[in-house]
């Protein structure tokens, strides 16, 4: 007998549907699965055996052939365990009376149990917009399915239940969640609160125009300045992401199995801090077969952190260089290519030469003019100009080291990065998947970025004086426009485009 049902796989961030073709006909016992799959879908064959005896049912003595099409697509994981037992279960007439089409997924335990599985939120995004009638999954994953509008989800916990469901002889209510309440949720305390960090009013202004607009920063300071408790700050005064946001970011780490037990919706920017000893694959991603999402991805719509940037090596940061411009990545493989979103703010902390203390006034330099230049090297100048903010973060003195903080609170920073977020969101309605200033568009700048006579003569001589790129200029503009929202003002004045001209570094300042 011959049946078929509908399963899913992820191929980069999106899912492709998959149709489980399952033939039992006579002849000497065999199971195989054909169809491009690979080593963990094959070893599904162990696992759906021994599923189907101990949930009570027969597995057939006969020749089984399990096809995954389309046949060119290359199937990984393990979700294809409970698709593929429940087809050898109708083709074998054990359970019969299948009227409805389904999205199955689930992997199988020894005992017939189903166990959860990673990518169920973009596969359930897929089945909202395809012909088809609900969504079975694992009962873990049955909240993160249900994020999704428009596609019932009906969670099973065993390969008896499921059968009994599609069978029409046990109902299954379709698993709600209340959206809203997972926003409400969003609450995240801070290692560092931008009032425990003394003195650095400078930098901690720049951290708030970053965390507004979603600019790239670079700190240069001499050791235990407050570099990177500058950056720990951070996340502090990022606001919670909106839905829409929310959904890209959980389904990135569905895909990648970070989702975090009862946290079915990621609603805070994620803040990634990887070691300067990473791996090429590590940042961009890669792996083997399917190419999975890298520190790049992860930090997607929230900030990637790199101290001590100039220790990275130099092939991992110029890399960097397109998802840095482009918003995503494209990542090429024998016989694959996926691409990922990649919209992050790039904060990186540095020492101005190897010594760490060139310009320091209590600690002379000990290095050369040339291992100053070496060091400084490391970082290019393509790198650095897709840099929005560049700060200077100075050795404290010893009247601000004895004195008590001072400094405003992270909730009273967040208020106001939240206001010009809200600006930002109003302005991007009608432009879809744009969020903050970092993404404005040519076009959208020439929209947004109007300057007056006087500011046009203000960045004259900016260009004059420091040698701005063309990159450099629109992104000197982007960040005034992001002063202008804190501001609260519809237009850019000479004040706002001054202080975006301040945060711009010479090709010597670096």
Known sequence: MYAHLVSSVVVGIDARSVEIQCDVTGGLPAF?????????????????????????????AKRITANLAPADLRKEGVGFDLPIALAIL????????????????????????????????????????????????????????A???????????????????????????????????LLKRAYRVADVDLSDVKGQEMAKRALEIS???????????PPGAGKSMLAHALPGILPALSFEEALEVTRIYSIAGLLEPGTPLITLPPFRAPHHTISYAGMVG??????????????????LFLDETPEFDRHVLETLRQPLEDRSILLSRAGVSVRYPASFALVGAMNPCPCGH??????????????????????????????????????????????????????????????????????????SGRF???????????????????????????????????RAYTRTLKVARTIADLDDSPRITSAHLAEAIQYRASDDAL
């Open 358 to 431: 060139l310009g320091d006034h209590t600690h002379p330099c000990t290095c050369t003019l040339s291992e100053i230049k070496r060091y400084r090297k490391r970082l290019s100048g393509p790198f650095l100009d897709r840099v929005d903010l560049f700060v200077e973060v100075p050795r404290l003195t010893s009247e601000e080291l004895l004195a008590r903080p001072r400094g405003e609170r992270s909730s009273l920073v967040q208020e106001r990065v939240k206001r010009a977020r809200r600006i930002q969101l109003d302005r991007f309605e009608s432009s």
């Open 436 to 470: 903050t200033n970092a993404q404005l568009s040519s076009k959208e700048i020439d929209r947004y970025c109007e300057l007056d006579r006087e500011g046009r003569n203000l960045i004259e001589l900016a260009i004059a004086r420091l040698g701005l790129s063309a």
């Open 32 to 60: 195989q699965v054909v169809g491009l799959p690979e080593k963990e879908v094959s070893e599904s064959r162990e696992r759906v055996r021994s599923a189907i005896k101990n949930s009570g049912f027969t597995f057939p």
């Open 147 to 181: 994020l999704v509008e428009g596609i019932p989800v009906y969670p099973v916990s065993s390969l008896a239940q499921a059968a009994a469901f599609i069978a029409g002889l046990l109902p299954i209510e379709p698993f709600v969640v209340d959206r809203e309440a």
């Open 90 to 145: 109708l083709a074998s007439e054990q359970i019969v009376g299948m009227e409805r089409r389904y999205t199955i997924v689930g992997e199988l335990s020894l005992n017939g149990e189903v166990r959860h599985v990673p990518g169920v939120l973009p596969i359930a995004m897929l089945s909202a917009h395809s012909d088809c009638d609900g969504l079975i999954v694992p009962e873990q994953n049955a909240i993160e399915a």
């Open 286 to 303: 890669g792996g083997h077969g399917l190419p999975g999402p890298g520190e790049i991805t992860l930090a997607h719509h929230g900030v």
């Open 211 to 221: 965390a507004a607009g979603g600019h790239n920063l670079m700190m240069s300071g």
